[in-house]
């Protein structure tokens, strides 16, 4: 039993010298360690000095990681010592296992830690599921006290940082979240998005040297004042769908042009009706569905297949086989209201196509012309069975494209824009040379943003200024006005994209934590658990 016991120690603490097992019990449920220390004494925590006068002792009981899905109780014998130093501020102290306990606590330091790691994974309520799961019974409510209660995260000071805003209430509070972008992992979070608070930041970390960031004036303010030897980055991404929205503005002070481009075509003339020449009709479910089962029965039959084997497969009754199967054609099984029945109106049909192809639709006028020849019936069905000619064919009416529409077709690179998209822009801009000139400066802002052309960002300028493209020029305001960071973004290799990814993965933590992701808890599990 003792060689049983130490390989016990071995297993669940390693052979720690300082902890001996006693006792194992194991009643189907839980798994009880008798465990005490082997030290002979223990230093106080107020003045450090060692003891080994013992006051008492008592048990306590702290839960361990489970085994094979049960909980693991632990049955500590702990002792408390007498502090011998009389001015220390204890009187008594009880010994502490390190790494095993702490003071006042319920669990194990292992179980603590690993009950932490599933709360910045899964938050208090789904992190409370999984630990069940596994054998470890802990409320939503304990989980997230343990995040809380994790150290202060302290990262590196990065060389690159990326600034961007999160939401904490959409419309009304902000924050800042700042990610190292070398190395994709986020740096810290701030509780607004303010300049002065942005600004202190950069200042207290002067390794920074280069700064990327959306166009907001707040984040380049803060950039400025704290990191003022930084290269401020402008974003591509936001530069690219800040050039989008004034394309797209451009093309909707141009939407009589695309309803000139897509004008809809004149309505053919009615052509005359004709006799029909079968009485069965066609796009009728009834009908269509008998011609289908027809063609099904005889095309079984065709490939070898018995009439039972037809019923088989079809879900039908031996008679329904067998009246398709004898039918030569679908109309032989037309009967009943599918039989082509004589009316009144039979005799005079030939009457009426005639007059209509001659350009009498006027149904009151040919109901009194062949009541002149012995039509006997009424107004009713001369007009019911004219009203299927008025329906006058007519060639698909183009719709002229929304300007989004044709604002993407102008952003979208011309080699990858699908053949048809690409007929249609060029018909847009052929009639139209405001949009073609937006057409080229938007290709060439692309080339300039894709291949890190941003030398050639003053001449794309002096381009746009040159034609009368106000939206267009709205934008070249704003680069003007922030010129360095935007040349900087056409030039440099470094870009937000991945702070845009963290901003994505902060609004999926808020989701998990509902109301109780606050500042402080939010911190945590956005830079620990990454």
Known sequence: MRELLLQLEGLLFLADPRIRVESVQDDGEVIRVGVRCRTTGA??????????RVHGSYLRFPADLPV????????????????????CGRRTFVEQVA?????????????RSVLAEVGLALAGRAGARLADVVGARVSRNTVLRL????????????????????????????GTVLVDVETGRPVDLLPDREAGTVAAWLAERPGIEVVCRDRASFFAEGARAGAPTAVQVADRFHLWRNLGEAAERCVSRHRSCLRATFAEPVPEKAPAPAESESPWPTGHRFADRTRAKHATVHALLAAGHSRRSIQRQLGMTYRTVQQLADAARPEDLFH??????????????????VRWAEGCTNAWTLWEEIRTHGYTGGYGAVRAYLQPFRTSPTAPAARPPSPRTVTGWILTHPDTLPEGDGLKLKSVVAG?????????????FGQMLTQLQGDQLPEWIKAVRADDLPSLHAFVNGLERDLAAVTAGLTLPWSSGVVEGHVNRIKMIKRQMYGRAGFDLLRKRVLLAS
């Open 336 to 353: 009943g209201q599918w039989q082509n029945r004589r009316t009144k109106l039979d005799d005079f049909k030939a009457h009426l196509h």
């Open 68 to 87: 094979a899905g049960r909980r693991v109780m632990l049955r500590l014998r702990v002792r408390r010592f007498t502090c011998e130093v009389v001015s």
């Open 432 to 444: 139209c040379p405001e949009l073609d000139a937006l057409t080229g400066h938007v290709r060439t």
């Open 43 to 52: 230093g106080c925590p107020g003045c450090g000095t060692w003891s080994e």
């Open 147 to 174: 995040v809380d209660a994790l150290p202060e995260p302290q990262p590196a000071v990065p060389r690159v940082v990326g600034v961007d805003e999160y939401a904490m209430r959409k419309g009304r509070v902000y």
């Open 99 to 111: 790494g095993l306990t702490r003071r006042h606590s319920q669990r194990t330091e292992r179980m």
